[in-house]
């Protein structure tokens, strides 16, 4: 079993990512949930980490909110993909279980130096700033983090932002330069393999016809996004960005990755959040990045479809 910190900031795609962990228990011991401004403010992604764990039923996780800003640059929200709420169209509860006390970063401090090096993972699917701020606070957390597992950059698809840059990467470049400068062992799962796992009509009536609450929160969740690529993108069904992180943590079997070198770019206002991704190395042994470059699609979602149906 992985000890895992999922570090998120739901928005649709989060919110599908965080049910297919929660309906994992027997490979992902959730330490915490802790959540990061984004998609949408800061106050709504904790509420709606809360709401997803509550149709889950998992409120044995807690959630810990973050940072509600990025570390340099001004905030700026995706509710044109996520809705007002971040969550879609899916009817909203009020929580019956809040946030925990305690700000995520110091948190992810806190569990990592409680465990030994190398146990706890990181699954990071919003901004990095939560991470960065941790580790500015405590570098020492650096050489003792598990594998950390990002949803973030593009390089052959281009952005979907900005011409260039992946939102996760551009709301808060300076946070993802200092992740991935710091030495910590991290995949990255890029637009480049999230474009190949798409919410197609025949994969979102799959998970529609399962009867339980989280999939037909997730059923929800999809139609919605399929709806938003349809009207923005043009496209047939919508990414499965986040989700791809759990998965690769449930099968990494399911994923083609490859040893590089990875910068951001934190100046330019052209190409700001710009990922550059050099897979020309004169050691790929010592590499401490992987990029993704391929996915199972299909597999992908029957492990969804799997756990959902738990």
Not at 129 to 147: F, K, Q, W, Y
Not at 177 to 186: E, L, Y
Request: contains cysteine; aromatic residues 4%.
């Amino acid at each position: 079993m992985q000890k895992l910190i999922f570090d998120c900031d739901p928005g649709v795609d989060d919110a599908v990512a965080l049910f297919l962990a929660f309906a994992s228990p027997q490979d992902l011991e959730i330490l915490a949930v802790t959540t990061v401004a984004g998609n949408v403010g800061a106050d709504l992604t904790a509420r709606n980490a809360a709401v997803i764990r509550q149709i889950a039923g998992r409120e044995d996780v807690p959630i810990h909110a973050g940072a509600r800003g990025p570390l340099v640059r001004p905030p700026f929200d995706a509710d044109a993909f996520h809705g007002p709420s971040g969550l879609g169209d899916l009817p909203l509860l009020e929580p019956t279980e809040g946030v925990a006390p305690g700000h995520a970063a110091n948190i992810i401090v806190d569990v990592v130096m409680d465990h030994a090096p190398g146990e706890v993972a990181l699954a990071v699917t919003g901004p990095f700033t939560n991470l960065a701020l941790a580790m500015r606070l405590r570098p020492e957390i650096v050489p003792r983090l598990g594998e950390v597992v990002v949803m973030g950059g593009a390089r052959r698809e281009g952005g979907n932002i900005t011409a260039s840059a992946e939102y996760n990467i551009w709301a808060d470049p300076h946070a993802a330069q200092i992740v991935f400068s710091s030495g910590a062992r991290c995949v990255v799962m890029g637009l480049d393999v999230t474009h190949q796992v798409r919410s197609d009509p025949a994969r979102t009536a799959a998970v529609a016809a399962i009867d339980t609450p989280a999939a037909r929160a997730c059923a929800s969740l999809l139609a919605f996004s399929n709806a938003i690529e349809r009207d923005i993108g043009g496209g047939a069904g919508a990414p499965l960005h986040d989700p791809c992180v759990i998965a690769y943590l449930l099968a990494p079997h399911l994923f083609t990755l490859r040893p590089c070198m990875l910068r951001v770019e934190t100046a330019s206002p052209l190409t700001l959040g710009h990922t550059a991704v050099e897979f020309r190395l004169p050691d790929p042994g010592a590499a401490t990045i992987r990029w993704a470059t391929g996915a199972d699609a299909d597999a992908i979602f029957s492990l969804l479809d799997a756990r959902l149906a738990r």
